[in-house]
């Protein structure tokens, strides 16, 4: 069982060399005593943003941070080989929390999905049809209150997350702009998912004339993936009665201590809704979520770009690339046929 495993807790930007590849052997049975568990093997990995504060030590973390010498934890697709639990059989297919290796036990199957549509490409569930599809929509279609006609900006666009908030907006009859961090990123918003304008914020040196030239009468929504000197712009353009869906702020991460954000009395006297929210908590909603999303699909209403590294050993480079741009739409990492 080749596995990637967590070194030590870190600080600033992680490095492939803060985590490991290792071989161990392992029994392809859930072992006795273990009820509600699964032995799956992994067939597709998620890499994700929220993963890096799993690598720090910090009192307030709001996800459980990794162990060290244990295998990097993240969400991905699997099938089960062996199961003790009620719910799953050998052959199914799941979506959830499992290990950075070939075979995991999943010593409880809490919060694992049982995957039933199979007609669309598996890898999908690490992304549109997992959790950052979710993220999008509940940010978006249930936290943001966006109706036909009004402006959306979206700050790390063309990721995960962003492409499909775009392309949400748009369905809605918005008008959406995008912020990339490379001109073919900003290529992609306009050509493939259909946002009206984007740029390419690492070559505007004022961002709050960037957004200006873009939103002449304001921002009514706007969809939080970064942070820092972008949020600070934004709610300089912010409409009255804007609202404001913080879904993450990766320029942040890797700091040791967060930046400074100024311009936020405007938040008062612009009377702006500025909501935070972690996608967990919102799972009840994934049955609505999928019957809007799937026809979505199924009828070619939606595109979506995801961006797939071949092999477990591949993964660190994966994952350390979201934090420099590297990934062109979702990063996903391919560890297994089913
Ligand atoms: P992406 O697929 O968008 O990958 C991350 C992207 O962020 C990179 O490709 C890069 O794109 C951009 N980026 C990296 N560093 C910086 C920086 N310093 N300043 C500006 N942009 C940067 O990730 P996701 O779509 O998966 O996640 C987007 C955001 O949503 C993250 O902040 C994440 O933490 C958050 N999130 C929150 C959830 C929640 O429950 N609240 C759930 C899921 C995600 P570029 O080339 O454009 O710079």
């Known amino acids: 069982n080749k596995q990637i495993i967590f070194k030590d807790y870190i600080n600033g930007f992680p490095k492939e060399s803060d985590m490991i590849l290792k071989t161990s052997t392992i029994k392809l049975k859930v072992p006795e005593g273990c009820n509600d568990a699964v032995l ?52 199914d297919l799941i979506w959830g929390m ?8 999943i010593k409880s199957t809490e919060g694992l999905f049982k995957i039933h549509c199979t007609d669309v490409p598996l890898s999908y569930y690490t992304g549109i049809l997992g959790m950052p599809g979710m ?18 900006f979206i700050s790390a666009a063309s990721g995960a997350v962003g492409q499909l908030v775009g392309q949400f907006a748009k369905l809605l009859g918005c008008y959406v702009v995008g912020s990339a961090g490379t001109q073919d990123k900003v290529n992609l918003l306009k050509s493939k998912f259909g946002f ?10 004022d961002l709050n004339a960037a957004l200006k030239r873009y939103f002449p009468q304001g921002i009514d929504i706007y969809f939080e993936n970064v942070g820092g000197k972008m949020l600070e712009a934004v709610l300089l353009n912010m409409k009255l009665n804007g609202r404001i869906a913080t879904c993450g702020m990766i320029s942040q991460y890797n700091l040791d201590e967060e930046e400074g954000v100024r311009n936020l009395f405007v938040i008062i006297t612009k009377q702006i809704r500025m909501q935070g929210f972690l996608v967990f908590h919102h799972y009840s909603l994934y049955p609505k979520f999928m019957d809007f999303i799937l026809p979505l699909i199924k009828q070619g209403k939606i595109a979506y770009v995801e961006d797939v590294d071949e092999g477990l050993e591949s993964a660190p480079a994966a994952l350390i ?18």
């Open 196 to 205: 009206d304008d984007a740029f390419n914020y690492k070559e505007e040196a």
């Open 135 to 152: 993220s999008a929509y509940v940010g978006f279609n249930e936290i943001s209150s966006p109706k036909q006609g009004e402006t959306v």
């Open 321 to 338: 690339g979201l934090f420099s741009g590297r990934n062109v739409g979702k990063q996903v990492v391919r560890v297994a046929y089913e």
């Open 98 to 105: 499992t290990g950075w290796e070939d075979y995991s036990l």
């Open 40 to 91: 799956v093997k992994n067939l597709y990995l998620s890499c994700d943003p929220y993963m890096r504060s799993r690598m720090s030590k910090l009192d307030d973390n709001y996800v459980p941070i990794f162990t060290p010498g244990s295998p990097i934890m993240g969400y991905g697709v699997a099938k089960v080989v062996d199961s003790s639990s009620p719910n799953f059989k050998k052959g």
